[in-house]
């Protein structure tokens, strides 16, 4: 176990509002207001360029692009019924 994990070994998660509550308090300069403002731009500008099919790399943090998953057959968890899945692209971040 990490020594940020919970007592069920799960890791913690920082929420947006999390995110924004600790950037504008980093910075006293920022209204909590003007953070959010900036944190959603920049998810905007990410979700964008994914959309657009271009990969995003953040330099020091990490890499967003598309994983491609083909259609495939799954099953309803409840009766086992098949059920077509159709092909899709994923959002994937790795370092």
Same mark, same amino acid.
């Given at each position: 176990?990490?020594?940020?994990?919970?007592?069920?070994?799960?890791?913690?998660?920082?929420?947006?509002?999390?995110?924004?509550?600790?950037?504008?308090?980093?910075?006293?300069?920022?209204?909590?207001?003007?953070?959010? +403002?900036?944190?959603?731009?920049?998810?905007?500008?990410?979700?964008?360029?994914?959309?657009?099919?271009?990969?995003?790399? +953040?330099?020091?943090?990490?890499?967003?692009r598309l994983n491609y998953h083909p259609a495939r057959a799954g099953r309803?968890?409840?009766?086992?019924?098949?059920?077509?899945?159709?092909?899709?692209?994923?959002?994937?971040?790795?370092?």
């Amino acid at each position: 176990m990490t020594a940020n994990a919970t007592p069920d070994g799960r890791m913690p998660t920082m929420t947006r509002a999390d995110l924004i509550v600790a950037i504008a308090s980093r910075f006293p300069t920022l209204t909590v207001k003007d953070t959010d +403002i900036a944190v959603k731009e920049i998810l905007d500008a990410i979700g964008r360029a994914l959309a657009r099919g271009d990969r995003v790399e +953040i330099r020091g943090f990490g890499s967003f692009r598309l994983n491609y998953h083909p259609a495939r057959a799954g099953r309803n968890p409840r009766t086992g019924v098949a059920v077509p899945v159709p092909e899709k692209y994923v959002p994937h971040c790795s370092q």
